[in-house]
Antibody, heavy 120, light 107 residues
Framework: EVQLVESGGGLVKPGGSLRLSCAAS????????MNWVRQAPGKGLEWVSS????????YYADSVKGRFTISRDNAKNSLYLQMNSLRAEDTAVYYC?????????????WGQGTLVTVSS | EIVLTQSPATLSLSPGERATLSCRAS??????LAWYQQKPGQAPRLLIY???NRATGIPARFSGSGSGTDFTLTISSLEPEDFAVYYC?????????FGPGTKVDIK
């Protein structure tokens, strides 16, 4: 059974940093590209970032480019999102999502999400 | 980026009724259009990919159609568990984008 479990969310002040993690199991993690998608409270879904299976290709939404860094450790079956210079508008539930094929941006499995709140 | 609009914003129906949800793209996305279902407090779930293909385990009452800029998700007969928010998403162009969602609630 495919499982994605996010962690690392919490309350952080504007300008602060946070690192999210996503632990994957139930599939060959190193064979799939992975993604972060976020959802502000009461709002819709917004794609944040994608990383290819070998980390060779990385993409970011304009809203987070230069502030967020996606990475992965295939030996640990883990995906990460380093978030710096956080703003109030980054407040959201952050979901880790698997790509059904390499960088196809079709999200076939999702974690339960981790809440990031940016507030003073 | 490609903008997706969904209509209606809210659809109030009774169990057993047919639901028809619309998604329109600001430019052609060919057939690279997916639909997701999200229930309160849960992660989204992939329902339909490439406009008309049901994802694994999705009941046959869910169907998708369309191509280019106009797409439809149809739920042939609403079950109690189908009351949720539905999002469309395009993957034709980067960045991938989502529509604002249609809430299907109980009349």
């Amino acid at each position: 059974e495919v499982q994605l479990v996010e962690s690392g969310g919490g309350l952080v002040k504007p300008g602060g940093s946070l690192r999210l993690s996503c632990a994957a199991s139930g599939f060959t993690f190193s064979s799939y590209s992975m993604n972060w998608v976020r959802q502000a409270p009461g709002k819709g879904l917004e794609w944040v970032s994608s990383i290819s299976s070998s980390s060779s290709y990385i993409y970011y939404a304009d809203s987070v480019k230069g502030r967020f860094t996606i990475s992965r450790d295939n030996a640990k079956n883990s995906l990460y999102l380093q978030m710096n210079s956080l703003r109030a508008e980054d407040t959201a539930v952050y979901y880790c999502a698997r790509d059904w094929e390499e960088l196809e941006a079709l999200f076939d499995y999702w974690g339960q999400g981790t809440l990031v709140t940016v507030s003073s | 980026e490609i903008v997706l609009t969904q209509s209606p914003a809210t659809l109030s129906l009774s169990p057993g009724e047919r639901a028809t949800l619309s998604c329109r793209a600001s430019q052609s996305v060919s057939s690279y259009l997916a639909w997701y279902q999200q229930k309160p407090g849960q992660a989204p779930r992939l329902l339909i990919y490439d406009a008309s293909n049901r994802a694994t385990g999705i009941p046959a009452r869910f169907s998708g159609s369309g191509s280019g800029t106009d797409f439809t998700l149809t739920i042939s007969s609403l079950e109690p568990e189908d009351f949720a928010v539905y999002y469309c998403q395009q993957r034709s162009n980067w960045p991938p984008t989502f529509g604002p969602g249609t809430k299907v609630d109980i009349k």
